[in-house]
């Protein structure tokens, strides 16, 4: 089966509805208010089946204040038909349509040149003659011109064959693996709940999905799928689709809000486009307030021009910060941000239309190439670059770059599909790619640029090394004060990976305290004082020397004194106990001989300690006892119970 969706365009009255019905058999007129008054003013949807076709038609009005409908209507669809009165000829509205067809990309599309049964062929050859001058140069230049009336059935035929040979070109905006279905009509029915239609532009539609509401990111399931009115296993891209979904009501969803794959699609306060003015356009200021339509949304932007151009191929003149004069020309082209008042949901490559906030009028569109960009300023000779690069159809230097802006953060690849534009496969497949040619770096389920690991890398080495210059008594840098010298936005993931491969490659050793493979604590007093030092203490035994009364033997100042205490403490040797200073060989003796006590007793015996007890035992003062007893407390050797000590 092939599919394809048609969206009608065309001025007001010229008969697009009437084909529609003269084709389909349905009225796509389908509100009262359109009967009554004879116009079209919302979208109306019909459907053809011709052989293994399937056409899917979207019905828009003609109606100048009707344009906003028309955009929610033709921003999904693939191919157009472009609906000329033979009588009237190229009409404002006839125009203004094709000018959006062309601005959203639409690749092709059919010319209906109508109400031939009212025109003479002298008028038929001259609407013939506006139509073909109006397409030159354009996705219709070559689209066949079908002379028809709806009223005799005329060219009818002709008209089908030519709707036909559109189908088969797949959907204009897919993407394998990523649902994306512009909402159109929300409504619910009794019994089934929630039902929102759209045209589905990208991906597969299946009962049981799960699928989000975006921008408000609900989280929804797919109950049932209908198509073209018939309940389906699945709908593809390009086709009408009817979605029956749950965990949501209907009275939270609206046009202009995207069913899609989580993940899939950025809900975007700000986007960088590549924007183009209609030479029918007045140049547009930087700071000017435009509307924007996308899919089948709209809201209001200010734009922030970065660079400008006359014209396609001309150069492009960076505009500087201070430089408020700027504009786009008529015409002319613009790199700028759009800054939106209400989330827009968009990706790279998407479409935008822009429209004047008064008077009314399409002024031109926007192609999005980075839908997230970082906030700040626009105007920078760096940005120009960038704006370049993103511009380019390669994806390569795109994913490159955005690795590179990912900075610390790192890149994964379900942002990749938001910002570049690409399948999740394709995403995944730039990633690995790069891993394996070791341009990029993997740590936490995210990649990182090589040379940011690298720089990071020289840098973590470049701290250790000068805290070893600062401390060289230290066996090492405390690993926390590391990660905070080496970049505050280090994450721990990336952190952790950098020392991990610092010590593979055997640059540095150390786990808690990391010190380069080279490093050995240094003994800034002189040989052997350190040795003596801690001898000092050892000797002490369970009633050592004060810290100070140590420094002056040793003809040490108390900052190293201390240091020595820090440096001996981190290697286990030495343990401050309150105000004291203890040696660990002691007072592994102290704790065996109190652990002695239980030997020899039952399990059950309760063995006390009371302080007293302990003094004479170890002929010790209360200035020692008390900090020991507590620190064999600590020790789970004993446990304080009242005034005694139970040994465990
Ligand atoms: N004689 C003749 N009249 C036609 C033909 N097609 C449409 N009409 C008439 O033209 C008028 C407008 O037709 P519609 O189909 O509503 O026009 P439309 O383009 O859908 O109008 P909007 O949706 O409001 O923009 C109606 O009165 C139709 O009966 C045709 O082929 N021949
Ligand atoms: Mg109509």
Redesign the pocket.
């Known amino acids: 089966m092939r599919s394809v969706v048609v969206g ?1 365009a ?13 084709l389909t058999g349905t009225d796509p ?1 389908r509100l009262k208010e359109e009967q009554a008054r ?4 919302d979208l109306g949807f019909a459907h053809l089946a011709i052989g293994d076709v399937q056409i899917g038609f979207v ?5 100048e204040r009707f344009v906003r409908n028309m955009l929610a209507g033709a921003g999904g669809i693939d191919a157009v038909m472009l ?1 000329v ?1 033979a009588n009237e000829a190229v009409k404002p ?1 006839t125009r203004e349509h094709f000018e959006i067809c062309r601005l959203l990309g639409i690749p092709r599309g059919v010319v209906a040149l ?5 025109a003479d062929s002298s008028m038929i050859e001259s609407a013939r003659a506006q139509i073909v001058e109006m397409v030159a140069g354009s996705f219709l230049q070559n689209a066949p011109v079908v002379p ?5 059935g005329d060219g009818l035929e002709a008209l089908r064959a030519a709707l036909v040979a559109l189908a088969g070109h797949g959907a204009r905006l897919h993407r394998p693996g990523v649902v994306r279905l512009p909402i159109d009509r929300v409504f619910s029915i009794k019994g089934f709940g929630t039902v929102v239609t759209g045209t589905l532009v990208s991906g597969r539609l299946a009962a049981g999905d799960s699928l989000t509401v975006q921008p408000d990111g609900i989280a929804v399931r797919v109950r049932g799928v209908q198509v073209h009115g018939r309940t389906a296993d699945a709908a593809e891209a390009p086709q009408r689709v009817a979605v029956n979904l749950t965990g949501v009501n209907a009275t939270q969803l609206q046009r202009g809000m995207t069913l899609a794959t989580p993940g899939s699609l950025s809900a975007t306060p700000r986007s960088d486009v590549h924007l183009s003015l209609l030479n029918s356009s007045r140049p547009l200021p930087h700071g000017a307030r435009v509307r924007v339509h996308c899919g089948t949304m709209d809201t209001f932007a200010r734009l922030s021009v970065g660079a400008t151009r006359k014209a396609p191929h001309h150069d492009w003149t960076v505009a500087y910060p201070g430089d408020v004069q700027v504009e786009v020309p008529a015409g002319g082209e613009a790199f700028a941000r759009l800054r939106f008042e209400s989330p827009v949901v968009v990706t790279r490559g998407d479409r935008l239309i822009l429209r004047a906030v008064s008077p009314v009028a399409t002024i031109g569109g926007a192609r999005v190439l980075d839908p997230l960009p970082a906030s700040g300023g626009v105007r920078r000779e760096s940005m120009a670059g960038r704006y370049r690069l993103l511009d380019a159809a390669d994806t390569g230097p795109i994913v490159d770059w955005l690795i590179a802006d990912a900075s610390v953060r790192g890149l994964d690849a379900a942002s990749l599909v938001r910002r570049a534009g690409l399948t999740p496969e394709q995403a995944r497949g730039e990633l690995d790619a790069r891993v394996t040619a070791g341009r990029a770096v993997s740590a936490g389920g995210r990649i990182f640029s090589r040379t940011l690991v690298d720089d990071l890398r020289a840098h973590a080495e470049a701290e250790i090394r000068k805290f070893h210059d600062a401390q060289p008594e230290e066996p090492g840098i405390p690993r926390e004060t590391l990660r905070s010298r080496t970049g505050r936005r280090v994450g721990a993931e990336m952190f952790d990976a950098i020392v991990a491969s610092l010590a593979a490659a055997g640059t540095i050793k150390g786990v808690d305290r990391v010190a380069l493979a080279t490093h050995t604590p240094r003994d800034t007093a002189g040989a052997g004082v350190r040795d003596r030092f801690e001898s000092r203490f050892r000797e002490g035994g369970l009633t050592p020397p004060d810290v100070a009364l140590v420094a002056s033997e040793l003809g040490l100042s108390e900052a190293d004194a201390q240091r020595m205490v820090r440096g001996l403490g981190q290697d286990g040797r030495l343990l401050r106990l309150g105000d004291l200073v203890f040696h660990r060989d002691p007072l592994a003796t102290l704790r065996a001989s109190v652990a002695r006590l239980r030997e020899g007793q039952p399990p059950s015996a309760r063995i006390t300690l009371d302080v007293a007890a302990f003094k004479t035992q170890h002929g010790l003062s209360r200035k020692f006892a008390i900090p020991l007893l507590e620190w064999l407390d600590r020790e789970r050797v004993t446990r304080r119970v009242g005034d005694v000590r139970i040994v465990l």
Do not use: E, F, M, Y
Request: glycine residues 10%; hydrophobic residues 40%; negative net charge.
């Open positions: 009608t065309g001025h007001i009255d010229h008969g697009k509805s009437a084909l529609i019905r003269a007129d004879g116009i079209t003013i019905d828009v009005p003609g109606h609906v009165a509205q109508t109400k031939t049964d009212i028809v009336s709806a009223v005799t």
